[in-house]
């Protein structure tokens, strides 16, 4: 089944203590990005990546990094949460541009 | 002033009615998307525009360049199409999507 899978689904965590959201798809789609979901602000884009080793700052990149050794993974890191960056985050692929969502990944940072 | 803007925010339909979703923007832009957000929080692609409409099922879409305007349209709209519909535009400058804050769409029976 053609899917975006992303772990964990939900997150608690503490200031400061580094974690990494994996993303992977089995679709060989070549472009994939990373989506921030916040109440009032809508759906915003962190990084994308249009093959491997090839990453792009979205609108809100700050605090985040990627990286993209392989096509089917895009992990988001984050080296030190802090609260703000409590939010709903969703990764997606994309081949001719159709977007398919993974199910999100709910993160809070206390 | 937001890039994307969505009209309306919300929206209350009886099962039956034509529904209208619309987006307007201010970017140059290479393609429009429109997304459904289910209430369980997924998210899927309905179409991607650059010219003209498409159309699928009771769902259409049309998109004027001209006057940089999308519109979603729903037809004998049921309460499974209640969801929260968002229009996003890809930059013609960049792959970047840039979003707008969506429209709730409830359906009534």
């Known amino acids: 089944e053609a899917q975006v899978t992303q772990n964990p689904r939900y997150l608690i965590t503490v200031t400061g203590k580094k974690l990494t959201v994996t993303c992977s798809q089995n679709m060989n789609h070549e472009y994939m990005s990373w989506y921030r979901q916040d109440p009032g602000l809508g759906l915003r884009q962190i990084y994308y990546s249009m093959n491997v080793e090839v990453t792009d700052k979205g609108d809100v990149p700050e605090g985040y990094k990627v990286s993209r050794k392989e096509k089917r993974n895009f992990p988001l890191i984050l080296e030190s949460p802090s609260?703000?960056?409590?939010?709903?985050?969703?990764?997606?692929?994309?081949?001719?541009?159709?977007?398919?969502?993974?199910?999100?990944?709910r993160l809070t940072v206390l | 002033k937001n890039e994307v803007e969505q009209s309306p925010q919300n929206l209350t339909a009886q099962e039956g009615e034509f529904i209208t979703i619309n987006c307007s923007y201010s970017v140059g832009i290479s393609a429009l998307?429109?997304?459904?957000?289910?209430p369980g929080g997924g998210i899927v692609s309905l179409f991607m525009l650059s010219s003209g409409k498409k159309k699928h099922g009771r769902l259409i879409a049309t998109i004027n360049i001209q006057e940089k305007h999308s519109s979603l349209h729903i037809t004998a709209s049921h309460p499974r199409d209640s969801a929260v519909y968002i229009c996003a535009v890809r930059r013609d400058v960049a792959q970047k999507l840039v979003f707008g804050q969506g429209t709730r769409l409830t359906i009534n029976p």
Not at chain 1, 86 to 103: E, H, I, K, N, V
Not at chain 2, 33 to 38: E, N, P
Request: with cysteine; net charge neutral.
């Open chain 2, 33 to 38: 998307h429109w997304l459904q957000q289910h």
């Open chain 1, 83 to 105: 609260p703000n960056q409590t939010s709903l985050y969703f990764c997606a692929s994309s081949l001719g541009g159709t977007q398919y969502f993974g199910p999100g990944t």
